[in-house]
């Protein structure tokens, strides 16, 4: 009986987790609401007539506080924090990377998947998407493809 009661919340728990991990999902630009693009221009990240292709959050609780996108000049993820010292603003526009490394975290609970974002002086950041395997490669694989053609444009 004693088993019974400590499954019991476990079993309750697993599929709530699930949810909190599912129910953020990659939105395309148009989705997007105004004031998310009127948040993005404040802080730098969207300039008047960019278009947002597709846009993550990983803050599930607090999507306003985060979020990863690409767009029609750049690549950029910003985390917002009531501690300044840990809000994170990052982006490269596309003419400015010289690389770009993926890995897919999608079979994992805990984790979500990356690209590492290198710039030509050698900085770097993480542009996370979360979803199953299909969703995070296409979201890689088009970042990817815009990247490339704003590169292969511009020589």
Known sequence: ???H????????AL??????????KVYEGEQLSP???????????LNPGEKI???YSNAPNKAAGAGNFYTSERIAQYWLD???QKTQ???????????????????????????VITRKDGS???????????????????SIAHWKAATCSSN
């Not at 009661?5 to 309750?12: H, K, R």
């Not at 400015?96 to 990356?114: A, E, N, Q």
């Not at 979360?130 to 088009?142: D, I, P, R, T």
Request: with cysteine; charged share 20%.
């Open 53 to 55: 292709y597709q846009f």
């Open 5 to 12: 009661f400590i499954v019991s919340p476990l079993l309750w």
């Open 82 to 84: 009531d501690d300044k």
């Open 1 to 3: 009986m004693r088993a």
């Open 124 to 142: 770097q950041f993480q542009v996370y998407v979360g979803g199953n395997k299909l969703v995070v490669s296409a979201f890689f694989e088009h």
């Open 89 to 115: 603003l990052s982006f490269a526009y596309y003419k400015d990377i010289t690389r770009i490394d993926t890995t897919y975290l999608d079979k994992t609970l805990t984790y979500i998947s990356y690209m």
């Open 35 to 45: 004031k998310t693009s009127q948040r993005l221009q404040r802080l730098g990240l």
């Open 15 to 24: 599929p709530a987790a699930g949810c909190l991990f599912s129910c953020n």
